[in-house]
């Protein structure tokens, strides 16, 4: 009977793997070893390997050691300030101060920055007034406001715009006129000395310059048109 019994259940008896029952009674299948495997090899990956930090952690490790280092963070400060452009000494001082770095750090900081010549106010208002004159053809006084502006100091000031004189002044200031004159033909001649004028002052030139060289251009442009050239 029992030998009739095994052949009608169709051989030997199933053998069930360990949960393989609870898997049937739920109607479901037992998970397989690999993918159980793959699910742990996955979950590995994503805390990393051991001993090695994750980008978070290093970030605010970083972030920790900066917080507690503020000299190592006024120091990286100024230095990305100071890649973009020259800056004034005050100019940084400022951006430290924005950051909250303690002011005995940042004195510290930027005098040890001074001493290995990244901060120079007087490099630095040299080029300001080169370049700005050349560019925008401010004058003197205009120059001299701006460099205030940026914290540098009045005898610093006067030497850079020292390298600046009333020739140089006149030359850009007639440049000046030329470059706009042609815009303004057709107007009242009082409207068109009235606004040539009034670009100069904006540029920081005095009234008794302006108007001598406005008042030139005109009698020149005058001249030129009565011999029939153009001027330019």
Known sequence: ??????????????ERSPGGAEAAGHGGV??????????????RSEEGPPGE??????????????ESDPESRARDICL?????AAKSR????????????????????????EEVGLI?????????????????????????????????AADV???????LDH?????AARALVERKLRSTRGLDPQVRTRRLVGMLARRGYSEGLAFRVVRGALEQEASGERSGTEWE
């Open 120 to 152: 120079d106010d007087a490099a630095f208002a040299a080029a300001w007034v080169e370049s700005r004159h050349a560019v925008r053809g401010l004058s003197r006084r205009a120059l001299t406001q701006e460099l205030r502006t940026k914290g540098v």
């Open 80 to 84: 990305r300030l100071l890649t973009g």
């Open 167 to 171: 020739d140089d002044e006149t030359d």
């Open 157 to 163: 000031v006067e030497q850079a715009v020292a390298q």
């Open 1 to 14: 009977m029992a030998e009739e019994s095994e052949a009608a259940g169709g051989g030997m008896p199933a």
């Open 30 to 43: 037992a998970a397989s070893p690999t993918r159980a495997r793959r699910g742990r090899r996955s979950a």
């Open 53 to 66: 930090e994750t980008g978070a952690a290093r970030t605010s490790r970083k972030r920790a050691e900066e």
């Open 90 to 113: 005050k100019q940084l001082a400022d951006a430290l101060r924005k950051r909250e770095i303690p002011e005995d750090v940042a004195e510290e900081v930027l005098t040890r920055l």
